[in-house]
């Protein structure tokens, strides 16, 4: 087990994961582990927290590390999806190591409708855009969100071509999108930018 951010996260070989893989959840769409672009996103809200009470939506969350930390740094009522529902039993063993709550629910990004969408003000999503037909799935999300009255909608990635195409397409169709550029060596060597929509 490492800590970062505050957050306990188990490795691939801690025992209790290990248990999890055995009895059969085993992640199929890149859910299989903890992926570092959670961390370009903590990194920022460290220096621009979000409210207390906040309702944050983690889309693609995997294992729910990025959510778990947004309830336990800042109190926010945190929900993550994910499509791929092995991924759950990883996300409820560490919130309970962290000692917080988050919900988790099957979903995809594309059965995110807006009325669901009404009930967050902010949307987190990291390592979540790495294949082509992403980039408009996302982009759509992004539409129906700010139809809903999302404030924020924050993305974290590495710069794979997805990504970047999202960025570009999201500069061009509303005002105020922020590319944050990030370059962390603790606690682990990370690279990538944040986009703020
Ligand atoms: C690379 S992993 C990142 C997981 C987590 N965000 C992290 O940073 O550790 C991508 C996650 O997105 C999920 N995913 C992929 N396509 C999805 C879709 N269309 N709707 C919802 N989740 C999806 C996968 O199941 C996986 O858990």
Same mark, same amino acid.
Do not use: S
């Given at each position: 087990m490492r800590q970062a951010y505050g957050l306990k996260i188990l490795n691939a070989n801690h025992q209790d994961v290990r248990r999890l893989k055995r009895e059969g959840h085993q992640a199929e769409l890149h859910g299989n582990k903890f992926w570092n672009s959670s961390? @370009?996103?903590?990194?920022?809200? *460290?220096?621009?927290?979000l409210k207390k009470n906040s309702?944050?939506?983690?889309?693609?969350?995997?294992?729910? =590390? #990025?959510g778990i930390y947004?309830?336990?740094?800042?109190?926010?009522?945190?929900?993550?999806?994910?499509?791929?529902?092995?991924?759950?039993?990883? #996300?409820? @063993?560490?919130?309970? *190591?962290?000692?917080?709550?988050?919900?988790g629910e099957k979903k995809s990004f594309q059965q995110l409708d807006q009325r669901y969408l009404s009930n967050f003000d902010?949307?987190?999503? !990291?390592d979540i855009c790495y294949w082509d037909?992403?980039?408009?799935?996302?982009?759509? +999300? &992004? !539409?129906? !969100?700010r139809r809903a009255g999302v404030q924020q909608v924050m993305i974290s990635d590495p710069c794979r071509p997805p990504f970047t195409d999202l960025a570009e397409r999201c500069d061009k169709?509303?005002?105020?999108? +922020?590319?944050? /550029?990030?370059? =962390? *060596?603790r606690p682990v060597n990370a690279s990538? /930018? &944040?986009l703020i929509v």
């Open positions: 961390f @370009l996103i903590m990194d920022h809200l *460290k220096r621009h927290p309702r944050v939506l983690e889309i693609g969350c995997g294992w729910g =590390l #990025l947004c309830a336990k740094t800042f109190g926010c009522r945190v929900t993550g999806i994910d499509a791929d529902p092995n991924v759950f039993p990883y #996300l409820q @063993l560490h919130a309970e *190591k962290n000692g917080v709550t988050m919900a902010v949307i987190l999503g !990291a037909e992403m980039t408009g799935l996302l982009m759509n +999300l &992004i !539409a129906r !969100a169709k509303y005002d105020g999108v +922020l590319l944050v /550029e990030k370059f =962390l *060596k990538g /930018e &944040i």
